[in-house]
């Protein structure tokens, strides 16, 4: 498997808020006001280093699904001078949440497996390659303890999904925002999804056939239950003790800016 799909076609409307205490040069909050986290500059536009870590971890297509005013994006990847990657772009054209923007990937992506990343996201090589190489659906549960190591304070993972598997490491149940979840467990025990994905093209499938959430969109989450519940998809859990690096706010980028400037960018 070759394949990943990142998405990239969101609003970006935490980014867009202007704070404080957010320590950006001018470009950077030139670029946050246009909420196109994927072109945040941290040393380099964001998408490089995520292009390099999916090539890094043996990916050779990528499709980053983009909304239809995302020019600056698609005409920045397309300066590229690609040796590792061949890049599509799918296009979401209404924001209508992140199924619906993984939709947008299916004719691109095809019959093949594929994974699934963020655009705001940056992995650990080795979780990558996890799904690369796991040969069937699955899914990177990111332990506390690893993620503690980034700069995702434990008040913004309360935001997050958590995981749900059996003691066969198969997943039961996607936990949305659970706040409870975090006063009434172990955090040690805590399995926190990051949106790192191995999916076969049942997925589009499950994606088709939810309803819109009580938000008014398309969520993911309800599209791994169906193909979960309803389609039998098994999604292995594959356990990782490793930081992820969040780009979601103005206060975020000086500290992914620190952490990236030693990575080799390669495509």
């Known amino acids: 498997m070759d394949t990943a799909v990142i998405l990239a076609a969101g609003k970006g409307s935490r980014m867009r808020r202007v704070e404080d205490s957010a320590q950006v040069t001018a470009r950077q909050a030139e670029i946050a006001k246009t909420g196109l986290k994927a072109l945040i ?4 536009p964001f998408i490089d280093y995520l292009l390099a ?27 590229y001078r690609l040796h590792r990657l061949e890049v ?9 949440g992140t199924a ?9 992506v095809g019959d093949t497996p594929f994974s699934l990343i963020n655009s705001d996201n940056y992995y650990p090589k080795s979780a990558l390659v996890g799904l690369r190489l796991a040969e069937a659906p699955a899914v990177v549960a ?20 958590v995981l749900s598997s059996n003691v066969d490491g198969i997943l039961q149940k996607v936990i949305e925002k659970p706040t409870n979840a975090f006063a009434l ?3 040690e025990q805590l399995l926190i999804s990051m949106n790192c994905w191995r999916f076969t093209p049942i997925i589009f499938d499950a994606c088709q056939a ?48 620190r952490r990236l400037e030693s990575i080799r960018v390669e495509l």
């Open 185 to 187: 467990q172990e955090n």
């Open 41 to 44: 500059p941290v040393g380099r």
């Open 53 to 79: 870590g999916l090539a890094d971890a043996g990916y050779q297509r990528v499709c980053i699904v983009v909304g239809p005013h995302h020019d600056a994006l698609r005409e920045h990847v397309c300066t």
């Open 100 to 108: 619906n923007a993984l939709a947008a990937a299916r004719e691109t």
């Open 88 to 96: 599509h772009f799918a296009i979401q054209q209404d924001a209508l």
């Open 142 to 161: 990111f332990q506390l303890e690893g993620l503690r190591r980034g700069n995702i304070s434990d008040e913004r993972m309360k935001n997050f999904a």
């Open 210 to 257: 939810i309803s819109r959430s009580a938000r008014g969109e398309f969520e993911l989450t309800d599209a791994v239950s169906y193909a979960i519940d309803v389609l039998g998809e098994r999604f292995k859990v594959l356990v990782a003790n490793e930081p992820v690096l969040d780009l979601s706010t103005q206060t975020d980028i000086e500290e992914v800016s």
